[in-house]
């Protein structure tokens, strides 16, 4: 099993940065992949940013070039660092975790509330 609380949430202007955090409750070495995923009311949750544990990442095309997901090993925790956000940016962010392990098992934090203000 796999438990990730994710941190960094609040409320910010239009323009501003933000940073979430999640922390894995064992090495990420063991984890595939991980990523952020959000979820505004009224809409389905879409795929942000996600990282595989070789390194290579993928983001949506709305993020691209303003958000960066990275990854500490040593603290088993993975970062999205968001730039120049966007009222339409406004969602619940949820840390997300894959392990291949014949089939693909999917493990969930609790979510975070990001607000961008116009």
């Known amino acids: 099993q796999v438990q990730l609380v994710e941190s960094g949430g609040g409320l910010v202007q239009a323009g501003g940065s933000l940073r979430l955090s999640c922390a894995a409750s064992?090495?990420?070495?063991?984890?595939?992949?991980m990523g952020w995923y959000r979820q505004a009311p009224g809409k389905q949750r879409e795929m942000v940013a996600v990282?595989?544990?070789?390194?290579?990442?993928n983001y949506a095309d709305s993020v691209k070039d303003r958000f960066t997901i990275s990854r500490d090993n040593a603290k088993n925790t993975v970062y999205l660092q968001m730039n120049s956000l966007k009222p339409e940016d406004t969602a619940v962010y949820y840390c997300n975790a894959v392990r291949n392990l014949g089939a693909l098992y999917h493990y969930w934090g609790q979510g975070t509330q990001v607000t961008v203000s116009s």
């Open positions: 064992r090495s990420i070495f063991s984890i595939n992949g």
């Open positions: 990282i595989s544990s070789g390194g290579s990442t």
